[in-house]
């Protein structure tokens, strides 16, 4: 039983089904936030491939 009492994984699971919404929030910002970096950071000027080479 000492696992379940100030166990911070069992606290995040029970508001995570308390609050579904503000997980939805999260994992919706957590996507605009992760596709935004990847736009400015991953995609850059690529080399140019020439003929023959």
Known sequence: M?????NSVIVLI???FRRPA???MWLFTGMIVV???YTML???????R????
């Not at 020439?50 to 080479?53: A, D, L, S, T």
């Open 50 to 53: 020439g003929r023959g080479r």
């Open 14 to 16: 029970q508001r995570l």
């Open 42 to 48: 991953g995609t850059g000027p690529q080399p140019k």
């Open 2 to 6: 000492g696992f379940f009492n100030n």
């Open 35 to 37: 596709g935004t970096l």
């Open 22 to 24: 503000d997980a939805a």
